[in-house]
């Protein structure tokens, strides 16, 4: 029996994506076209009891190496609500030579009704410490709608799910950024965990909740979504007697497959897992038509994101249908909002250059005359020359008050800005 400890080989900047809400639901089923093939699906090596993978967070993502077809090692991020993995760029898809089994349209999460992919068979996936998945399915984006580097500040160019979380038990150590993948007869669960019960339709991970808003509870069953980064996404329209919070700002909750996600986020007065207890939690209502429509049909209530999961260690047991939850070194933080009113990307070739690309009027931002499509120097001397946009955003959304220094280029002019960050929900 062996353990093996898989080292880092790709160059790692803990990235974050710029986005609060990343969300990303795709219920396009890849039938499996392997049949008569001898091997199919992700296997680890013989007498390997679990490998180890260490893991970048980005804004709650899991981001991990995955080699395709033996010869190229690209990032992607760890998705439950993923049935096929997906590549965003169909340049690589190209240089790799991969073989297109058809064309199809999918609907995604977003202001545009659909999207144009291929799917690809036969693809060979490679994990570290020499798991390999033989004739695979893989989605290939025909144009690279999410931009995920640009949203990020690194280059991730894919997504994957459930071809691994249903072939391992999956544990997320969200403390360490270590991912560990267990041979699932040699599984033995912490004793310090607690165990939640999950159901898994279709592809995908669901729980029992139950929340409460002004002095009414509703229990409801939600999507556990590895892919967002939210703490929580909702359809209202879907509880019984629980309305939206009284309190919310409309604001860009993200971006999905389809375009640009609008919507309101407000606070829950609290939300219950077995027997862990959360205040004040945030959640995201997006406006109908940009992603409700895809809720019902896949997630139907909503998820629950990485800004929630990331205050456990969790460990997915597909098989079982159970879910280990264990208090991790985050479960007590509050959850906190971007401070600022302003949205940034990172751009430029080396992805080294902070551009503001939305602004809510009335903010903090605005209010400092900054405005879309100026290009940041620095904040608080902060640049992803020297830091990641992980560390931006956590200075944007870090204490009421906390006074903040901006250069920022417009129209080939340089100026500074003053402004103070304000908690507005």
Do not use: W
Request: glycine residues 8%; neutral net charge; aromatic residues 10%.
């Amino acid at each position: 029996m062996s353990v093996i400890h898989y080292v880092r080989d790709f160059p790692m900047r803990n990235p974050i994506i710029s986005l609060i809400a990343f969300i990303l639901v795709i219920n396009t089923c890849l039938c499996s076209t392997a049949s008569g093939q001898k091997e199919f699906g992700f296997k680890m090596p013989e007498s390997t009891r679990k490998i180890e993978i260490p893991f970048d967070q980005h804004n709650n993502l899991i981001i991990i190496p995955i080699t395709i077809n033996r010869f190229l090692t690209l990032k992607f991020i760890l998705d439950t609500g993923v049935e096929s993995a997906i590549l965003t760029e169909k340049l690589y898809a190209d240089i790799l030579d991969v073989n297109y089994v058809r064309e199809i349209t999918i609907d995604g999460p977003g202001l545009v009704d659909s999207v144009e992919a291929y799917i690809a068979n036969q693809v060979t996936f490679g994990l570290p410490g020499g798991v390999i998945g033989h004739n695979m399915n893989m989605l290939v984006l025909k144009e690279d709608y999410l931009k995920l580097s640009e949203n990020i500040g690194d280059d991730v160019h894919g997504i994957i799910g459930y071809d691994i979380f249903s072939r391992f038990v999956v544990d997320i150590n969200y403390d360490d950024n270590i991912l560990t993948l267990y041979n699932p007869q040699r599984f033995k669960k912490s004793r310090r965990a607690v165990e939640v019960p999950i159901e898994i339709r279709g592809s995908k991970p669901f729980l029992n909740a139950t929340i409460k808003q002004d002095n009414k509870k509703t229990s409801l069953d939600i999507m556990i979504d590895t892919g967002a980064s939210h703490a929580a996404l909702i359809d209202y329209n879907f509880l019984d007697g629980i309305d939206l919070p009284e309190k919310t700002i409309e604001t860009r909750l993200g971006r999905g497959i389809a375009g640009e996600i609008p919507g309101q986020v407000g606070r829950m007065d609290s939300v219950t897992i077995n027997c862990f207890d959360f205040s004040e939690m945030l959640v995201s209502a997006p406006y109908e038509g940009a992603y409700n429509k895809l809720i019902k049909r896949g997630a139907r209530i909503g998820t629950f994101g990485g800004e929630l999961l990331n205050r456990f260690n969790v460990t997915f047991d597909y098989a079982n249908e159970k879910l280990y939850l264990k208090k991790g070194e985050k479960y007590k933080e509050p959850f906190e909002y971007d401070m600022s009113g302003m949205a940034l990307n990172a751009v430029g070739k080396n992805l080294d250059t902070l551009k503001v690309i939305s602004i809510d009027k009335d903010s903090p931002a605005y209010n400092a005359d900054i405005r879309r499509g100026d290009i940041i120097h620095s904040i608080n001397g902060k640049s992803l020359r020297y830091h990641s946009l992980s560390d931006i955003y956590n200075l944007l959304q870090s204490r009421d008050g906390r006074k903040i220094k901006v250069k920022l280029f417009r129209d080939g002019e340089k100026k500074k800005v003053k402004f103070r960050l304000k908690r507005v929900i």
